[in-house]
């Protein structure tokens, strides 16, 4: 390849960095003339840039001051939502526990019922066990009654009469003990929610102060739980004001696109302020010693954008003006050419010409021989044809060249 197209590609390429070294540099002059004091600037196209600057500046702000809460809001609900999923599982476990302990607290308050004076509060409570268990008192009365009256009876009246009765009984008796533990359950439940308490002592009343501890537990959560869905149902409203139902993952998106948006603005914002600073000289109105250092730099740097673009003009001016000779040269010569062949043609149609009247004569002569004006004579012989193409009639393509470039001058 040229050389000086290598020189001017090299050119080019160190020109581009330049500009790219020009166009950082305004966006740092404009960056720091926004952090100066701006009372002194009295050029109203730099004050509108500087406006508009502060104007993305506060719109990346509120894209970001949007983000965090979005993240905040989505970490809090999750938080809640775990939270009222631990409250779930404690309060079930707790209860649970409470009712594994309804059927030995049910049992044992009967027990007590059945010894204190006054019962008629707590009957109610009670009877459902009272009944059951005077149905089988009765029950075991009907099945020793059938056991006394079968001890005298024979085999066969044993099996067919007493068998049957007793297993009706027994069947009976198993549904009622079945159907005690059931209410012994649900008694236990009722008797934690009323004031039997106060008639236990020892170990039942220590089992009553646990299920009491329990149920308080449970009350706390509960509350605690009811203030939790309360706070979560306004970390909602503050997502839905958003747009987000469930996942924020799309909106937080959406904004960082629209600061990387504003961002790539500002940077342009920046960029003509700095260009302003420039091409206006804005130094003495805006002292300040860094900006007069970048100031100075991007001459310098100009400086070298202008000697490499004279220094591009001046091999392009070569390279085209060496092409252009080379070519005029070429021109030059197939102009020649056509000339001579040109020339040829001419001289090619005199000779036709030349025949043609030969032609035409001997054709008059040969019809007055035929009206018997004149005797017949052999036709002249014509000269011969020249050979055009070897005929030497120009220089050769050396000499014609430097005669035809001596013409040129």
Known sequence: ???????????????????????????????????????PIQNEECLKYLNNIDSLRRSIENYQE??????LALQRKKELSSQLEENKKRLNDLQKDRETRF??????????????????????????????????DRLHGELKDLGEQEKDKGFFEKLF?????????????SKAEKEK?????????????????????????????????KKRESKRISEEDKETRNELEKVSTQLLQYGIEEYGDDKIQEFEKRIEDVRRELQVMYCWAG?????????????D???????????????????KQQRIYRLKADVEIEELTKKDKSLR????????????????IGVIDLELTTGERRLEELKRVLSGEVPYTEPSPLPPTPDFYTEKTDLPPEQTDSSADEKSA
Do not use: W
């Not at 010569?333 to 090619?348: P, S």
């Open 66 to 71: 949007d983000i965090n809460i979005i993240q």
């Open 289 to 307: 010693s860094t900006l007069a250092t970048k100031f100075d730099a991007i001459v310098s740097i100009r400086d070298s954008i202008r000697r």
């Open 161 to 173: 009469k007493y068998k049957g009765k007793k297993f009706s009984v027994r069947s009976n008796l």
């Open 103 to 136: 059927v030995e607290l049910g049992a044992a308050s009967y027990t007590v019922f059945k010894g204190i004076e006054n019962q008629a509060p707590y009957r109610t409570m009670f009877e459902e066990l009272l009944r059951l268990d005077a149905d089988m």
């Open 333 to 348: 010569q197939r102009k020649r050419q056509l000339e001579e062949e040109m020339r040829i043609k001419e001289r090619q």
């Open 275 to 287: 260009q302003l600073y420039m091409e206006r000289d804005l130094r003495n109105e805006i002292p």
């Open 181 to 213: 533990i059931r209410t012994l359950e649900e008694v236990g439940r009722r008797v934690v929610e009323s004031d039997f308490v106060q008639h236990t002592s020892g170990d039942l009343r220590t089992i009553f102060d646990l299920d009491a501890d």
């Open 1 to 39: 390849m040229d050389s000086r197209k290598n020189e001017i590609n090299q050119n080019e390429a160190d020109i581009a960095a330049n500009d790219e070294k020009i166009t950082a540099e305004c966006i740092l002059i404009g960056k720091r003339i926004t952090e100066l004091d701006r009372h």
